[in-house]
Every structure is written in structure tokens, then in C-alpha cells.
């Protein structure tokens, strides 16, 4: 047994697990599948003049809801992301363990964060992932 890609008009249909013998697939073109090839449904599939087969996976749209959920998905992230690392500079302060960092460099990288942080919680409190998501000072350079 062995896995085949089902293709009709240029289009992975679907693929089966089959012994490749008999008709049972007649009404389409069928690919054996590889060991390592990762083929599925929706995937297009062009022949080539030598008969190679090259398969593309189909693209994903999300839309304009989608986008918003999955920016505000990453706003609450990057914000617990910004918040654990005030954290850790903070310590470092308390502690006085600079050591490759001046006590200056690292007040400037907590505000640089507190300052992300702030923007991040004004932009989840305005709940509007359609929005440009605020951006980390570093990326601003």
C-alpha cells in the first residue's frame, strides 16, 4: 500500500492510501506520494515536459476578523513578553549585578520596554486589532 495524490485540472483532489492497482481512481491523474513529500488537498500540481511533478500548497487568506483576533492574540504576548523583561531588568537593578551593562544602559532598556508596554496595553484596552500594533523602540531604529 501506498499513499497517492488524486489531481483533476491541475489539483490535488485528495489523497488515499491504495494499492495502485485496478480503476478505481479512472477519472483522475494519480501521483504516488513520496516518503517525504508533504502533499494534500487544494495543493496545485503542474507536469513538466520531462513528466516531473511539482506541488504547491494552497495559500491561506484570513480575513480582515481573523487579522484583528490574531493582533490582539499577539499584543497580550509581546505585552507578557515586555512585562518579564522590566521584571528581570528590575532585579538586576535591586541587585546591582550589572555586569557586562552600566546601571544607565540598563534604566534606558527599562524604559525603552515600559514605554512598548504602555502602548501594548493601550492598544488591548482599545480592543481594535485592526489596528497597526504598536512597535518595539528597537524596531523604530
Same mark, same amino acid.
Not at 481573523?66 to 523583561?85: C, F, G, P, R
Given at each position: ?15 488515499? &492510501?491504495?494499492? *495502485? ?14 516518503? /517525504?513529500?508533504?502533499? *494534500? ?10 513528466? $516531473? ?6 495559500? &491561506? ?9 490574531? /493582533?490582539? =492574540?499577539? #499584543?497580550? =504576548?509581546?505585552?507578557? &513578553?515586555? @512585562?518579564?523583561? !522590566? +521584571? #528581570?531588568?528590575?532585579? !538586576? &537593578?535591586?541587585? *546591582?549585578?550589572?555586569?557586562? =551593562? $552600566?546601571?544607565?544602559?540598563?534604566? +534606558?532598556? !527599562?524604559?525603552?520596554? @515600559? ?14 486589532? =485592526?489596528?497597526?500594533?504598536p512597535r518595539k523602540a528597537e524596531d /523604530? /531604529?
Amino acid at each position: 500500500m501506498s499513499t497517492y495524490a488524486l489531481i483533476k485540472d491541475e489539483m490535488v483532489v485528495n489523497v488515499v &492510501v491504495w494499492d *495502485g492497482e485496478g480503476q478505481m481512481f479512472d477519472s483522475f491523474t494519480t501521483y504516488e506520494v513520496k516518503e /517525504n513529500e508533504q502533499i *494534500g488537498p487544494g495543493f496545485s500540481a503542474k507536469k513538466d515536459k520531462k513528466g $516531473s511533478w511539482s506541488f504547491t500548497p494552497p495559500s &491561506v487568506v484570513m480575513t480582515d476578523e481573523e487579522i484583528a483576533l490574531a /493582533n490582539i =492574540s499577539t #499584543a497580550q =504576548s509581546e505585552y507578557d &513578553v515586555a @512585562t518579564a523583561n !522590566i +521584571n #528581570a531588568l528590575r532585579q !538586576i &537593578v535591586e541587585d *546591582g549585578d550589572y555586569e557586562d =551593562s $552600566s546601571e544607565e544602559e540598563i534604566k +534606558n532598556l !527599562i524604559n525603552e520596554w @515600559t514605554s512598548y508596554r504602555i502602548a501594548l496595553r493601550s492598544y488591548l484596552k482599545a480592543a481594535d486589532g =485592526s489596528k497597526e500594533l504598536p512597535r518595539k523602540a528597537e524596531d /523604530n /531604529n
